[in-house]
């Protein structure tokens, strides 16, 4: 029988190969992964736990929040509080960064995250997911605020997310590549699956809400007509449309046979820049994708180099295949120059 590795064990051995998991940043994912674990248990449980519909509450931006969003966030920070890993936690449904409490020793990194990616996909029974990002507070600093938060996507040590769907998988990137975990019911544990996830350059796939169509802006309308005339017109070929809603599983259907995903700015609120939150959607999934040979970018620039501004900074996301994020990027940098 083949040989089966646990997070653990991966990251132990990446450690010993390049030094780039230390024994913190090592506890720290596995009480992220574990904290996933639950989430994924609550997932399947369902209405059976009481687990569907709404909390009756609203986040900092406005949306109504679901039950699991509100159980996914509380777990991830009960599990993550009393470490001695982390120095504070960022939450799309927490309006304020989350402070250690002082009886528990305070570590050097920062962790943020969307508990729960895709609500509107909860009550339906499709996949849904958690992201997260992992930063590291500021040499010197003793009481974080959210400025030390404030950092661009390329300074993050780890990146990954959780998919809950027929199976759950863990995919990760620490900077060398991206590997995928299964989450092991019988034994649960988060088995190795996937050592080197890979993005084809090429792909005749994508996904975008074309409900907003009336809304886009030139370039976007321009790429999407161009995909839509398929093999009669400039591109050649015919391409398929993917939605699901939940970023995370459009994010993994990319990761495992490519394709792009966009979310663009449009033409509704203009001060808006996208709907997808950078610090905790955006950047963890620009990292991953980079990871895995893909691209991605606001439209004209790479997320991963986007100096956020606010913890709850929304983004314009392009990411997927580097040829078609590479090609709607320079259709916006024509538009831009015209
Ligand atoms: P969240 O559930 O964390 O608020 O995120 C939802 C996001 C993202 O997962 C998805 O790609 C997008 O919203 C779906 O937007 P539409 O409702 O416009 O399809
Ligand atoms: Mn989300
Ligand atoms: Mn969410």
């Not at 990251?11 to 090592?26: A, D, F, S, W």
């Not at 519909?53 to 966030?73: C, P, R």
């Not at 996909?121 to 997260?132: A, E, L, P, Q, W």
Request: charged content about 20%.
């Amino acid at each position: 029988m083949a040989r089966v590795v646990s997070l653990t064990q991966y990251l132990v051995e990446k450690q010993r190969e390049k030094g780039l998991i230390p024994g913190e940043l090592r506890l720290l994912l596995e009480v992220v992964a574990r904290a996933c674990k639950r989430i994924s248990l609550s997932v399947s449980k369902g209405a059976l736990a009481g687990m569907l519909g709404d909390a009756g509450t609203e986040n900092v931006q406005g949306e109504v929040q679901k039950k699991l969003d509100v159980i996914a966030n509380s777990t991830l920070l009960e599990a993550n509080e009393w470490g001695g890993h982390l120095a504070a936690m960022a939450s799309e449904e927490m309006d304020e960064p989350y402070t250690i409490p002082n009886r528990y020793p305070m570590g050097e990194f920062l962790l943020l995250f969307d508990p729960l990616d895709g609500s509107s996909n909860i009550d339906v029974n499709v996949s849904i997911g958690t992201i997260f990002s992992v930063l590291k507070l500021p040499e010197g600093i003793s009481e974080p605020k959210i400025e030390h938060f404030l950092q661009p996507g390329a300074r993050q040590l780890a990146a990954g997310y959780a998919v809950y769907g027929p199976s759950s998988q863990l995919v990760l990137t620490v900077g060398d590549g991206v590997a995928s975990f299964t989450l092991d019911r019988e034994t649960g544990s988060w088995s190795l699956t996937n050592p080197r996830m890979s993005i084809p350059a090429q792909t005749r796939e994508y996904a975008i809400n074309a409900s907003n169509a009336r809304h886009w802006y030139p370039p976007v309308r321009q790429y999407v007509d161009e995909l839509l005339a398929g093999s009669t017109g400039s591109r050649g070929k015919d391409y398929n449309m993917r939605w699901v809603a939940s970023m995370v599983a459009d994010v993994h259907r990319i990761m495992t046979r490519g394709g792009i995903f966009m979310y663009p700015r449009d033409a509704r609120e203009p001060d808006k820049p996208g709907k997808l939150r950078l610090m905790y959607e955006a950047n963890p999934m620009a990292f991953l994708v980079e990871q895995a040979g893909g691209a991605a970018t606001d439209g004209t620039t790479r997320i991963l180099d986007i100096q956020p501004e606010k913890l709850h900074q929304r983004v314009a996301v392009f990411l997927g295949s580097k040829s078609e994020v590479d090609h709607v990027t320079a259709l916006h940098h024509k538009a831009g120059a015209g």
